[in-house]
């Protein structure tokens, strides 16, 4: 499921949002609606301003409001719409939300210790990490398939999803998955149209992006 089409040289910019309280206590969000600090929003206007430079066609965000705030700081940079989207919201966790890391391990061991075995686990009683994938990866390339030619899409998520959706477009199976490190506050992965389909260019980035220059271009 890559939804490319040869040639087009469209370009996906999978950007987490900014830093939240609960970020920086290790509470696992998951769905909750957890706004930015002042810190991120200060982050997101780092990045926007570095992320305008690559003059987007295109914006779309998930609607909790640590995207959409992340996701405005671009939009009044740019003077775009932005689309909103639940579909690319965090993962559901059920009972896991609002714990903290040490809260879920001493609570749900059994439970964490399968899922970074890479075992399907319905954490919390939530979601899949397939059905994460299922929802969001449609909803990007949706945005994706309206690029022009070389167009640029800068999709505002979270890093769970992130990570779900570009391991569906590189077409891994799920498994692998938890190979793709998380990302930073603030940081982006950049996807490319090759031949084959979407490529991973840059993760994890706080820079932009520079010329690929040897032999693997």
Known sequence: MNGSRSGRGRKIVLWRHGQTAWNLEHRFQGSTDIPLT??????????ARLLASLKPHAIVASDLRRATATAAELAALTGMEVAYDAGLRETYAGAWQGLTHEEIVGRHGEEYAAWKRGEPVRRGGGELETEV???????????ADKLPDSGTLVVVSHGGTIRTTIGRLLGLESHHWEGLGGLSNCCWSVLGEGARGWRLLEHNAGTLPEPVLGDDT
């Open 133 to 143: 994938a299922d929802r969001a990866a449609p909803v990007v390339l949706e945005h």
């Open 38 to 47: 002042e810190t991120g929003v200060g982050q997101a206007r780092r990045a």
